[in-house]
Nanobody, 127 residues
Framework: QVQLVESGGGLVQAGGSLRLSCAAS????????MGWFRQAPGQEREFVAA????????YYADSVKGRFTISRDSAKNTFYLEMNSLKPEDTAVYYC????????????????????WGQGTQVTVSS
């Protein structure tokens, strides 16, 4: 049963923009926190951004703060990652995740706390 589906990845030049989408269904839609993570070849999954169910709280990794924006559209059961001023080091497979426990904002950056994951979408930034 598919719970989270990402889309919007692709190839872009440095300085360009992309918007990733994550459509939620089933129990994943009830997640209290939705997050974006990324994983480059040979590296661990890295936190990018997270948003509360209400959208009132957001949290970003320092490496993307000021360039990326996370948002959600509850009516569409979808949340987004708007990525601007992309850099080659942003190249990775991007995953959306949902967690059922709120925890503290500081815990949102841990992949271990997420209950649902999408299949990932590739983002490649050329220099």
């Amino acid at each position: 049963q598919v719970q989270l589906v990402e889309s919007g990845g692709g190839l872009v030049q440095a300085g360009g923009s992309l918007r990733l989408s994550c459509a939620a269904s089933g129990r994943a839609f009830s997640s209290v926190v939705m997050g974006w993570f990324r994983q480059a070849p040979g590296q661990e999954r890295e936190f990018v951004a997270a948003i509360s169910r209400s959208g009132g709280n957001t949290y970003y990794a320092d490496s993307v703060k000021g360039r990326f924006t996370i948002s959600r559209d509850s009516a569409k059961n979808t949340f987004y990652l708007e990525m601007n001023s992309l850099k080659p080091e942003d190249t990775a497979v991007y995953y959306c995740g949902g967690r059922m426990s709120p925890g503290t904002i500081a815990t949102w950056r841990s992949a271990a706390g997420y209950d649902y994951w999408g299949q990932g979408t590739q983002v490649t930034v050329s220099s």
